[in-house]
């Protein structure tokens, strides 16, 4: 790299590799290539949040398509997301974030499931693998696997490499799905408070129904 630009590219480097971390810490994926991350397709152009950032709202990505249900909010733009929804509102609001890093990135789904499971813990002490409840479907000709998992969630907020720390949120619950699309696996991830989450579980189960190929 002993260019003219070599700081230039020194930075982009470490600019890149601090991005995947934080990517990691949010999806909990198992396997990403930031030289490779893939965006999906932005419909809205680029909206107002409630935080005043943009707002990206995909409703397309790795050839299929789905659609949000209408009471859920756009969330501001972040770090390896294609997409991300606001429910709910204030101290009880749930987050529903969608990824997809391109094709043959992201990892193994049993290895994505394992991951998920990982970030909570039980009350009692008990595995969180005996909690959690996961399921295998077919959707529109597409393999989907969900998850659903209630406990104490271990939030982290960026990698290691960012500095960032773990904040233990006790009554949370997970639903998640992860698409096994034509150019590669899609992933929906929504964590919020329980009160919240019981009351999405028609939204996020027709959000994952209404997934197709493009």
Same mark, same amino acid.
């Given at each position: ?11 982009? /480097? !470490? ?6 971390? !934080?990517?990691? &810490? ?36 790795? $050839? /299929? ?9 756009? &969330? ?5 997301? !294609?997409?991300? @929804?606001? *429910? ?18 992201? $990892?193994?789904?049993?290895?994505? *499931? ?10 009692d002490g008990s595995e969180s693998t005996k909690a959690a409840k996961?399921?295998?479907?077919? !959707? ?5 696997? #969900?998850?659903?998992?209630?406990? #104490? ?5 960026? $990698? ?10 006790? $009554? @949370?619950?997970?639903?998640?799905a992860i698409v096994e699309a034509p150019e590669g696996p899609v992933?929906?991830?929504?964590? &919020?408070?329980? #009160? #919240?989450? /019981? ?11 209404s997934v197709k190929k493009q």
């Amino acid at each position: 790299m002993k260019t003219p630009f070599g700081h230039v590219a020194l930075s982009a /480097v !470490i600019a890149v590799f601090s991005l995947a971390q !934080i990517g990691c &810490g949010d999806s909990n994926v198992e396997k990403v290539d930031p030289g490779k991350a893939a965006s999906g397709t932005v419909a809205n152009g680029g909206a107002s949040s409630p935080h005043g950032q943009a707002a990206v709202s995909a409703t397309s990505a790795a $050839g /299929v398509r789905w659609t949000v249900p209408s009471a859920w909010k756009l &969330g501001e733009e972040r770090p390896m997301r !294609i997409a991300s @929804y606001l *429910i709910g509102d204030g101290a009880e609001q749930a987050d529903c974030a969608v990824f997809y890093f391109g094709p043959g990135q992201g $990892g193994a789904v049993q290895a994505n *499931i394992d991951r998920w499971v990982g970030q909570f813990t039980q009350p009692d002490g008990s595995e969180s693998t005996k909690a959690a409840k996961t399921d295998n479907h077919t !959707i529109a000709g597409l393999k989907v696997t #969900t998850i659903d998992l209630s406990g #104490t969630y271990m939030s982290s907020m960026g $990698g290691p490499m960012s500095g960032g720390k773990t904040e233990e949120k006790p $009554g @949370y619950r997970m639903l998640g799905a992860i698409v096994e699309a034509p150019e590669g696996p899609v992933f929906f991830k929504l964590t &919020g408070p329980s #009160t #919240t989450v /019981v009351k999405s579980l028609d939204n996020f189960q027709q959000l994952v129904e209404s997934v197709k190929k493009q």
